[in-house]
């Protein structure tokens, strides 16, 4: 039967610590990145111009229908070899990640701005508001209480996808936890260890947007 020892991960701690803090990171960097872009590709596919609708429908569908992983390689890979710019393990998984992850949040994003009720469109274009003012100063506020849930959703699945980024040799959480497994020849301690820390950090997250929703179906 297999003798268990967690006390050896205690030797690693400061290494798998290290390797958290980097996953944090490239959470952040990756959530509000890929905010960002979801947000332009919702507006995007919204628009009353075919080319822009088109482009943006393009990225959402690309994205969302290949897989992480290969978008990782590929980026890493492929992308240096056809533009000639040299892109660092960090730098590709970024830009994978808060792309990969934008093409999610467009489509939480542009289901919320739809379900608004298009009398307070034409409402605020009765007062005289720009389409872009309505968007911003009516709609989009609107939209945000339906989209946060969803939005926490996919933040914790990107949270999730940065464990992808350890093929690449960016030293994430797992990452270092496969370093320490090596040097140690303990993979099922290590492994497990991190499962836990993965889970510690989301499941508060995960009850958190229970409650959200919770709030948002009551106050509906």
Not at 10 to 16: K, N, P
Not at 106 to 116: F, K, L, Q
Not at 132 to 143: E, K, W, Y
Not at 192 to 201: K, R, S
């Amino acid at each position: 039967m297999y003798q268990w020892d967690f006390g050896l991960v205690w030797t690693y701690r400061w290494l798998l610590l290290d390797g958290f803090a980097v996953t944090v990171g490239f959470t952040v960097a990756i959530v509000v990145l890929g905010l960002v872009a979801g947000l332009l590709a919702a507006l995007g596919k919204l628009s009353p111009l075919r080319p822009v609708a088109w482009l943006a429908s393009a990225y959402i569908e690309v994205f969302r229908c290949t897989p992480l992983l290969v978008q990782l390689v590929w980026f890493y890979y492929a992308l240096p070899i056809l533009s000639g710019i040299e892109m660092s393990a960090i730098s590709a998984g970024i830009l994978a990640l808060s792309l990969y992850g934008g093409s999610f949040y467009a489509e939480i994003i542009r289901g919320g701005i739809v379900s608004i009720d298009k009398g307070q469109t034409e409402a605020g274009e009765a007062l005289g508001m720009l389409p872009s003012q309505v968007m911003r100063r009516v709609v989009l506020p609107q939209a945000l209480k339906r989209m946060v849930p969803p939005l926490m959703n996919q933040s914790i699945i990107q949270f999730k996808n940065t464990s992808l980024v350890s093929v690449l040799a960016v030293p994430d959480l797992l990452y270092q936890g496969q370093v320490a497994a090596h040097d140690s020849y303990r993979p099922l301690e290590l492994y497990t260890v991190i499962a836990i820390i993965y889970f510690l950090a989301l499941f508060p997250l995960t009850l958190l947007v229970k409650r959200g929703e919770t709030r948002l179906a009551v106050t509906d």
